[in-house]
């Protein structure tokens, strides 16, 4: 994973999310945008766009769970090589 973007406008407490991200993977690049035009899944969920492909939960908390299982992933794949 290389990019981590978050919106601004989601409503579903993300920005804590952000903010631990921030601190934690300092090797991602880690963003929040005004609009990252997914507005028909931001107004219904927490949601954030790892390397443009969308990962979305019905909770902040399992959003964050989705988020480390693919950091995770990636992880198994690099030590793989």
Do not use: S
Not at 21 to 37: E, L, N, P, S
């Amino acid at each position: 994973m290389k990019k981590m973007h978050f919106c601004k406008k989601n409503k579903f407490a993300t920005k804590t999310l952000y903010a631990f991200f921030k601190q934690t993977f300092r090797h991602v690049k880690i963003k929040r945008k005004d609009c990252v035009g997914k507005c028909k899944t931001c107004k219904h969920c927490p949601f954030v766009l790892l390397d443009g492909e969308v990962v979305k939960a019905t909770t902040t908390d399992e959003l964050y769970d989705r988020i480390a299982y693919e950091i995770t992933k990636q992880w198994w794949a690099f030590r793989k090589k």
